[in-house]
């Protein structure tokens, strides 16, 4: 991009990239990239479409997927989720096999692309998904091991751990462990940083050696240490990404999280080290930026801005760090980021490819890593590119709460089913839950305004009600649903009452009557001047005849500004008394939303749990219909209640 672009660009953008150009109607960059990526490779990773060779199960689309992953995350663009799936169905067979793939080979590089499988599974319920995960998984179980435990890189590479390695095998073992209930495996998880931090990391500078030999017989490793002989950029960013990731999945009470936790605080010193004062960019070979022909190199510094940027919003690591992140991102618009036509861009400056012995025989010299090539769009690149871009986008969203909860409350909606391993999980309209009935997305727009999401698996009282600002009640359960179903008696009533009076924002979500369990959700509804009238309202006949399930908002509505088209299936009107006011009505003139002024406090409700996925992920719902940006608009004004309620 030229310098006078870029210019217009500083002037005219609050935050570093919001846009790439200074045209409102330009998308993020997360999604220019995408779009390039799209173009292509359209059918699958072809690294050079003008030379074609057969197509490989590669860790390289691996890494792309989990960028176009975050991206439909957060937009609930159907396009995206079709990619992934597209992808992956190019490999993955009806029997859950997977084509071009060889466990036998103990190649941890193949492990990578199982967590594309399990989004895939975890949002759609198809079981040839998780049957190929768990063929990765089977791999991991036996994946040849150092007599430490550690994992080795690859088969044809005996008693080496990489640093690569850590991002293709655990962040995946993590989220399988999780799905599975497998609580062992997270010693094993925790262990393969560990270890890989006791013998690659250098005392000096923090740093990790890109590899490290058991056996200190491989030409590359030092013979007293085993560790090869330099600091290459993009293998600590694959590191410091399988942390991160890792983390997010890791059980709060197994006593290693703190350990890797403090391994990520080492990690971050030595990488705030070498990062360029100037640019805010890193090197090929980190701790050498005088040396000859050494560079700036995009991978590793889309690494490393995801990295920090994610470890900040998560609370891995203080906020103090995010201004390395936004240096960082700058850095690489500046000098990586050009733009390749109407919508999409170009990521200049990623080393093609590093490793360690092989044929022709890598030595892990400074003059090996930078022969290889630079190349513009490499995959890798391009993957670590989209993470950074969705993180900093997420980043720049305004914040409209500070240290404010929302509550979700699972003890009156307490309905389990028996999953995929025959464990016995807690599942409809959860936080954490991507399949239809899942609120996850509803979840991610609650944090990107600020809020932290947790939810509430005990009889709510004052003591558990105190830390939360909202508190969200979702379809109560009754004896259909649930053999037994905890109701709402008058004990919790009056706490959720008192609560609300004090200053506490109330949701309640209801459904029709076959649905719902209303009796005693009514009698908590009725102190609020609403009754739940328990008929079924917006019945769609036939799937795809959405236009019976169409609530229009009127202009000037309390909460919907910008959204006039919601879906809305399947819902109980509402019956209001002072003091509920009415705010939305359906074309009969029923009540369906209201709101009540309540001492200090304020309650929503809805005669429906209408933000669930199933109708705001963007795979089911034609675009004309608004459920997310109304859920959003919904959290926008849940959080300015909040925010004028004076306690």
């Not at 500046?334 to 360690?356: D, M, R, Y």
């Not at 008929?535 to 959204?563: L, M, R």
């Amino acid at each position: 991009m030229k310098k006078q672009s870029f210019l217009k660009y500083f002037a005219l953008t609050a935050f570093a990239g919001l846009t790439f150009q200074a045209n409102a109607q330009t998308q993020p960059l997360s999604q220019q990239m995408a779009a390039t990526v799209m173009e292509i490779w359209k059918d699958s990773l072809n690294l050079d479409p003008a030379n074609p060779k057969p197509v490989k199960w590669a860790y390289d689309q691996g890494v792309i997927l989990e960028g176009i992953d975050g991206i439909w995350k957060r937009t609930a663009d159907n396009e995206y989720f079709k990619y992934m799936q597209k992808s992956m169905d190019f490999f993955v067979t009806k029997d859950g096999s997977i084509n071009r793939y060889k466990q036998a080979d103990y190649n941890i590089d193949n492990v990578k692309n199982g967590r594309s499988l399990l989004t895939l599974y975890k949002v759609t319920g198809q079981s040839k998904y998780f049957k190929a995960a768990t063929l990765l998984w089977d791999q991991l179980q036996q994946q040849p091991r150092t007599k430490e435990g550690g994992f080795w890189h690859k088969k044809i590479y005996p008693n080496q751990m990489w640093l690569d390695g850590l991002y293709m095998g655990e962040p995946f073992y993590a989220e399988y462990a999780a799905l599975i209930g497998n609580q062992k495996a997270f010693d094993d998880i925790a262990n393969q940083f560990i270890w890989m931090e006791k013998n690659a990391r250098d005392a000096k500078t923090g740093l990790l050696y890109h590899g490290w030999d058991e056996s200190k017989t491989e030409q590359w490793a030092n013979k007293t240490t085993g560790k090869s002989p330099n600091f290459w950029g993009r293998a600590m960013g694959w590191y410091g990404m399988a942390l991160v990731d890792v983390l997010d999945y890791f059980p709060q009470d197994n006593p290693k999280r703190k350990e890797l936790l403090a391994v990520l605080a080492r990690y971050a010193v030595a990488v705030q080290k070498t990062q360029d004062p100037k640019s805010g960019l890193w090197y090929d070979i980190l701790d050498q930026p005088q040396g000859k022909g050494n560079y700036h190199e995009a991978s590793a510094s889309s690494m490393f801005v995801y990295i920090l940027a994610k470890a900040v919003r998560s609370g891995y690591l203080p906020a103090s760090y995010f201004a390395m992140a936004d240096k960082g991102y700058k850095g690489i618009q500046k000098e990586f980021v050009e733009q390749a036509g109407a919508g999409k861009i170009n990521l200049k400056g990623t080393v093609s490819v590093s490793g360690l012995g092989g044929k022709p025989y890598r030595d892990g010299s400074y003059a090996y890593y930078l022969s290889e090539k630079v190349i513009t769009n490499d995959p890798k690149g391009v993957g670590a590119f989209l993470l950074a871009a969705n993180e900093m986008e997420m980043a720049a969203a305004p914040k409209l709460v500070s240290g404010k909860t929302v509550l979700l409350d699972s003890y009156f909606n307490s309905e389990t089913r028996t999953d995929q391993s025959n464990n016995v999980v807690s599942w409809h309209y959860k936080w954490d839950e991507q399949s239809n009935g899942g609120f996850s997305f509803w979840a991610t727009q609650f944090n990107l305004a600020g809020f932290k999401t947790k939810t509430l698996y005990q009889t709510p009282t004052a003591a558990n009600l105190k830390e939360a600002s909202v508190y969200i009640i979702v379809d109560p359960d009754f004896e259909k649903e649930n053999p037994k179903p905890n109701f709402i008696d008058a004990v919790a009533i009056s706490n959720i009452t008192e609560w609300v009076k004090a200053g506490g924002v109330l949701v309640l979500m209801g459904n029709d009557a076959p649905n719902v369990e209303l009796t005693h959700f009514n009698e908590l509804a009725g102190k609020f001047g609403v009754h739940f009238n328990g008929d079924t309202k917006g019945t769609v006949p036939v799937a795809s005849n959405f236009e019976t399930g169409k609530v229009t908002v009127p202009a000037g509505n309390e909460i919907f500004k910008k959204s006039s088209n919601l879906f809305i299936k399947e819902y109980s009107s509402l019956k209001l008394s002072t003091p509920a006011q009415s705010i939305l009505k359906d074309k009969d003139g029923d009540d369906v939303m209201s709101v009540t002024k309540y001492g200090k406090g304020v309650v929503y409700v809805i005669g429906d749990p209408w933000l669930y996925n199933e109708y705001v992920d963007g795979r089911k719902l034609p675009a004309s219909y608004e459920n997310l940006k109304a859920g959003a608009e919904l959290v926008n004004w849940l959080a300015k209640q909040v925010n004028a309620i004076k306690k």
